[in-house]
């Protein structure tokens, strides 16, 4: 499975609609759902701690070599503090969307919960219409920690306007600059503020030796065929996030000015050999800063710890940092948002048959985002992951948390992580952190994100992939802006028209409610 | 024997070398998986292509086996090859010998059922419920029996078996052998090469079982290694880390090395089969084809 280009159904960004009610909400609480059938007399926290466990089957998918083990300490705390005891079938995450197809189209062998990823996907939404999912919308308010879902985030993963699952919280704009520290300190460059000070930047380190090693042989900046890079300067440039919204018309991106703008920087960066030219075909441009031929790179800021340990083997000088997302022409920071969720949880109901046990399940669901399971998922067991200095927690080893609780739990961390202690943490973690929190304020939402366009389900792929060879090809300079204009043309005719009278009939639909 | 010409010697000559340059462009990228799985990762890195490693490390192999996963998956891979190639071959037979029978009647229509398979199979879900409704989901033999005959290898044994003279059958049939002593001691013994050709396309089948053991397979005790393989080499390609724009789920990947000696680990053993079974392979399969 190739790195997901971009996915315009399944892409982030809160709704215009959900807009207005994110920052509302992002200091916790908030109205919730106050619409809904009254569900009297429900018990708020059915499953007190003293009756016996509840059993749970789930499916769950994993991102590591090894299934996580049900038998590990944190997992038996987890089942502890949840009173519940858990079934869960690991599925690798290489394999798990064709699992979950096979499993919905077959039904009769669903979990309780079954964690959907591509949850805009059209067999699921056709499920979810058929009813073989339940509805939670109105059930969320009876729960402490499920009422305080973010609205914004639950308009997100809607199906007309009716919420089947629970999301994972994750945040919404996670992508920024990592920059390499010592080539600017070898230049004697200041951290970029600004879009031309960043393009100054990644000249300098084309041209002017920034490793020292008298070779002609670096880049500025390291590209690959994702597009998350071309977003980020789209959004830099002051472009929309996929689609944009104006006096009832939706317009995507590459037919608005902003992003022609974009096309032409970055075709200039490439005639300048700015970043490396066989970017097409290149799949991870981890590869290229590791290789310590490249001195920024755009992608999620959480990178830096991950993903670029090959760099400090081969090069113990190397030194890369976050610096905050840059200013625009306009002089205001942009940065394109997400959808703030990975993933959700679905309840079929073959089986989970009745209300009671309905109540059963989400009463776990809502324990995960109890202070005790969000501490444990977050800092693990105190005198084995972490010990407790002034009040704050400290994480003991690192590589032994990740391994015997990270990336054992992780896959149910429902809630975001504020409710856990507070704790002493690596500074340059603490740094990207804030960095990401500060995201937020200058994310770009996606106007389409909660729509559904038939058409683009059917299509997109074709769609997006129009655009973006043309879009490829400009940037080498095979095409000018005419032959650009010859391929917006090929995808208004190829469905993209149908796709945008789609977007803005379910856009007034919704906004009606 | 005879002298060669010189023009006879350059093609020779020409020949050898595109066979040489042939046979290179498929050996080297093993040894390059091979090489690089001892590999130190910077090296990797630097170096791009590795045939001749200058720093020998064997991390690859020490973090593949620092878990049980991978010895009880290829534990179950080999039990699934062992007794998946059997089963084939027993109920490959067991099919293909009737249906060579000029005696058996109704072999004609059976023939046309068994070709429709080929040209139309259920799919992926009504086979799904199939094995579902057996009660077979979640066990081994949701791995064994849905494939066990294969139709196109059964049409090529059965024109195998049509081949054998009659006459050998109507001495053996005089001498007293009943069908089944006719099949075990003059059929089989003559059809050697041929079983051993279908062990090997059956047995390499099975050792690359993937999708149908994520499909009935929940408990993951109980899969083959290669559900593992495709893991880790999808997660060192970053590809099954969400999009850049979702969750922050991100594993730190195993290493090009670690790749390296999962794939050595999981091909070399079935690899070693092929040198046991070549001398009967060309034999097997084109002897089977010449009277389709």
Known sequence: MAVREI???????AGVLGLSLVT???GGGGGGSDSGPDTAGAPANSGSSTSAPVEITMMNQYLTAEPPKMDSEPMKLLQQYTNSKLNVTWVPSSSYSEKVTASIAVAGD??????????????????????????????????PNLKSLDPGRLSNISIDGKVYGIYRWRPIARNGIIIRKDWLDNLGLQEPKTLDELLNVMKKFTTDDPDKDGKNDTFGIAFDSNSAQFNHFLSIMGGPNLWQYQDGKMTPDFMTKAYMDTLKLLHRMYVDKLFNSDFPVVKDRTTLINQGKAGVYIGAYDDLNARFTDLYKSNPNAKLDTVPNISGPDGKIHVQGGTGYNSVFMIP?????????????????????????????????????????????????????????YNTLFQMMVFDGSKAMPGEIDPSVAKFNQLIKDNEQYAVPDPAQALLSPTEMEKGTQLDQIIMDARTKFII??????????????????GGDKVIAEYEQEYAKTAKQ | MARTSAGSRLFDTVNAGILIIVALVAIIPFLFVLSGSFTASEELLNRGVVLIPTKFSLDGYRYIFSADTILRSLGVTVFITVAGTLINLIFTTLTAYPLARKEFWGRGPVMLLILFTMLFSGGMIPTFLVVKSLGLLNSFWSLLIPNAISAFNLIVLRSFFLQLPDGLEESAKIDGCNDFQILLRIALPLSLPALATFALFYAVGHWNTFFNAILYINDNTKWPIQVWLRQIVILSQGGVGDSQNMGADYVVPPGEVIKMAVIVVSTVPILLVYPFLQKHFAKGVLLGSVKG
Not at chain 1, 7 to 13: F, Q, T
Not at chain 1, 115 to 129: G, T
């Open chain 1, 110 to 143: 669903l979990p309780m919960l079954m964690l959907v990823k591509d949850d805009r996907n059209p067999a699921i939404i056709e499920a979810a219409r058929a009813g073989q999912f339940w509805e939670l919308g109105p059930y969320l308010k009876d729960y």
């Open chain 1, 477 to 494: 300079g095979e095409i000018d802006e005419k032959g650009f204009q010859q391929a917006l043309d090929n995808w208004r005719k190829s």
């Open chain 1, 349 to 405: 109901k073959t089986s989970v048959k009745t209300e009671d046990q309905l109540r059963q399940v989400l009463s776990f669901i809502d324990k995960l985002g109890d202070q005790d399971v969000l501490n444990l998922m977050t800092w693990g067991i105190e005198g084995k992951h972490y010990k407790v200095e002034n009040g704050k927690a400290v994480r003991i080893d690192e590589q032994v948390y990740t391994d015997e609780v």
């Open chain 1, 7 to 13: 996915r315009r159904k399944g892409l982030l960004a």
């Open chain 1, 24 to 26: 509302a909400c992002s």
